[in-house]
C-alpha cells in the first residue's frame, strides 16, 4: 500500500456509467493518468461524451487547470486497465453479485499494494470482497452524481479491510480536493442514502395522505431546509435555529427528541464546530451562504 496519496499517478476506472465517467472526468482534472475500461457497447463513446461534458464545469471551478483529457485512454480489457494502476475506482453497475465477481478479477489482476474502492451506493465492502486474496486492500468509497462535482465521499471499511487502507483512502480523496467521510463501522446503504431514504419516506407519506403532491414536495426542500442544508447539516441548523442562545436554547424550548444519552454529545459536538464564534457571526456566516446561494440558483431552463 502507497503510503502518501500524493505518489499516485495512474488510475483505473472500471465502469464507464455515469459515475465512472464523472469520476474519470475529475480525475483526469486533478492531473492524472486515467485508463479505464467497461464491457459494455459504446462505451468509449459514452465516456468520452460526459467527460466532454463535465470539463468545461471543471474549468469553470479552476479544477482542470494545467490538465487534459487526453490523458484519458480506454481498453475494454480490465486486466490491461489495472494492472499498472495506482489506484482503481470501481463503478459497474449497483448489482451485488456482479461487483462480488469484478472485485475478484480486479483483485487477480491488480498489483497487490494498490488500493480498489468502490462507489457502490449501498452495499457492505466484507461481502464484496469476499472472493479476493487481499480483502484488506479494499473499501468502498461511494460518491454522489454529479461524481465530478459533489464533494462528498463516504468511505468504509470491510471486517477484512486493513486500517491503515481505510486511512489511506480518506487522505487520498482530501488530496485530490473530495470531502471524504470515514465511517466508523459498515452499514448498508451507508450515511447518505440512509438519510435520503427517510425523507422520500416521510414525502410519500405525505403525499398518499392528500397533504401534498410530488412538486410540493420539491418546493419544500429546495426553498427551505434544503438551503441551509447545502452549508450546514441538521446540527448546525439546530444550533442557528436557538438563535442568539444556540442549540442550548433550542433543546430548552422545543425539547429533546433524540436518544437521552446523545442530548449532551449533541450540544458539545455543535458549540466545538462553532469553536469561539459568537452567535452573531455564526448568523453571518449563515447569512452570506444564504445570499451567495440565491444570488447564483438558475431556475430550470424552458424551451
Given at each position: 500500500?502507497?503510503?502518501?496519496?500524493n505518489t499516485v499517478r495512474h488510475i483505473a476506472c472500471v465502469g464507464?456509467?455515469?459515475?465512472?465517467?464523472?469520476?474519470?472526468?475529475?480525475?483526469?482534472?486533478?492531473?492524472?493518468?486515467?485508463?479505464?475500461?467497461?464491457?459494455?457497447?459504446?462505451?468509449?463513446?459514452?465516456?468520452?461524451?460526459?467527460?466532454?461534458?463535465?470539463?468545461?464545469?471543471?474549468?469553470?471551478?479552476?479544477?482542470?487547470?494545467?490538465?487534459?483529457?487526453?490523458?484519458?485512454?480506454?481498453?475494454?480489457?480490465?486486466?490491461?486497465?489495472?494492472?499498472?494502476?495506482?489506484?482503481?475506482?470501481?463503478?459497474?453497475?449497483?448489482?451485488?453479485?456482479?461487483?462480488?465477481?469484478?472485485?475478484?478479477?480486479?483483485?487477480?489482476?491488480?498489483?497487490?499494494?494498490?488500493?480498489?474502492?468502490?462507489?457502490?451506493?449501498?452495499?457492505?465492502?466484507?461481502?464484496?470482497?469476499?472472493?479476493?486474496?487481499?480483502?484488506?486492500?479494499?473499501?468502498?468509497?461511494?460518491?454522489?452524481?454529479?461524481?465530478?462535482?459533489?464533494?462528498?465521499?463516504?468511505?468504509?471499511?470491510?471486517?477484512?479491510?486493513?486500517?491503515?487502507?481505510?486511512?489511506?483512502?480518506v487522505d487520498f480523496y482530501t488530496a485530490i480536493g473530495k470531502k471524504?467521510?470515514?465511517?466508523?463501522?459498515?452499514?448498508?446503504?451507508?450515511?447518505?442514502?440512509?438519510?435520503?431514504?427517510?425523507?422520500?419516506?416521510?414525502?410519500?407519506?405525505?403525499?398518499?395522505?392528500?397533504?401534498?403532491?410530488?412538486?410540493?414536495?420539491?418546493?419544500?426542500?429546495?426553498?427551505?431546509?434544503?438551503?441551509?442544508?447545502?452549508?450546514?447539516?441538521?446540527?448546525?441548523?439546530?444550533?442557528?435555529?436557538?438563535?442568539?442562545?444556540?442549540?442550548?436554547?433550542?433543546?430548552?424550548?422545543?425539547?429533546?427528541?433524540?436518544?437521552?444519552?446523545?442530548?449532551?454529545?449533541?450540544?458539545?459536538?455543535?458549540?466545538?464546530?462553532?469553536?469561539?464564534?459568537?452567535?452573531?457571526?455564526?448568523?453571518?456566516?449563515?447569512?452570506?451562504?444564504?445570499?451567495?446561494?440565491?444570488?447564483?440558483?438558475?431556475?430550470?431552463?424552458?424551451?
Amino acid at each position: 500500500m502507497r503510503t502518501n496519496a500524493n505518489t499516485v499517478r495512474h488510475i483505473a476506472c472500471v465502469g464507464t456509467g455515469t459515475i465512472g465517467a464523472g469520476w474519470a472526468a475529475y480525475f483526469l482534472a486533478r492531473g492524472f493518468d486515467v485508463s479505464a475500461t467497461d464491457p459494455g457497447a459504446n462505451a468509449e463513446a459514452g465516456l468520452r461524451r460526459i467527460v466532454d461534458q463535465a470539463w468545461p464545469q471543471l474549468e469553470k471551478l479552476g479544477l482542470a487547470n494545467g490538465a487534459s483529457p487526453d490523458r484519458l485512454r480506454f481498453t475494454s480489457n480490465l486486466s490491461e486497465a489495472v494492472h499498472q494502476a495506482e489506484f482503481i475506482q470501481e463503478s459497474a453497475p449497483d448489482r451485488e453479485d456482479l461487483k462480488i465477481e469484478l472485485f475478484a478479477e480486479i483483485d487477480a489482476a491488480a498489483p497487490s499494494d494498490t488500493v480498489i474502492a468502490s462507489s457502490s451506493s449501498q452495499f457492505l465492502p466484507t461481502r464484496l470482497a469476499q472472493k479476493c486474496r487481499h480483502p484488506e486492500r479494499c473499501v468502498i468509497g461511494h460518491p454522489f452524481t454529479p461524481s465530478y462535482l459533489i464533494p462528498l465521499v463516504e468511505v468504509v471499511g470491510g471486517e477484512h479491510t486493513d486500517p491503515a487502507v481505510i486511512d489511506w483512502a480518506v487522505d487520498f480523496y482530501t488530496a485530490i480536493g473530495k470531502k471524504a467521510l470515514k465511517l466508523k463501522k459498515e452499514i448498508l446503504s451507508y450515511i447518505a442514502n440512509r438519510l435520503q431514504h427517510v425523507v422520500h419516506q416521510e414525502a410519500h407519506r405525505l403525499i398518499d395522505a392528500g397533504v401534498c403532491d410530488f412538486e410540493d414536495v420539491d418546493v419544500a426542500m429546495a426553498y427551505g431546509p434544503g438551503l441551509r442544508w447545502a452549508f450546514a447539516g441538521p446540527l448546525m441548523c439546530s444550533h442557528m435555529g436557538g438563535g442568539k442562545g444556540g442549540i442550548r436554547h433550542m433543546i430548552e424550548h422545543f425539547g429533546w427528541d433524540g436518544p437521552p444519552g446523545l442530548r449532551d454529545e449533541a450540544i458539545d459536538t455543535a458549540e466545538r464546530v462553532a469553536g469561539d464564534l459568537s452567535m452573531d457571526e455564526v448568523e453571518q456566516w449563515r447569512d452570506q451562504n444564504l445570499v451567495t446561494m440565491l444570488k447564483s440558483l438558475r431556475p430550470l431552463p424552458r424551451r
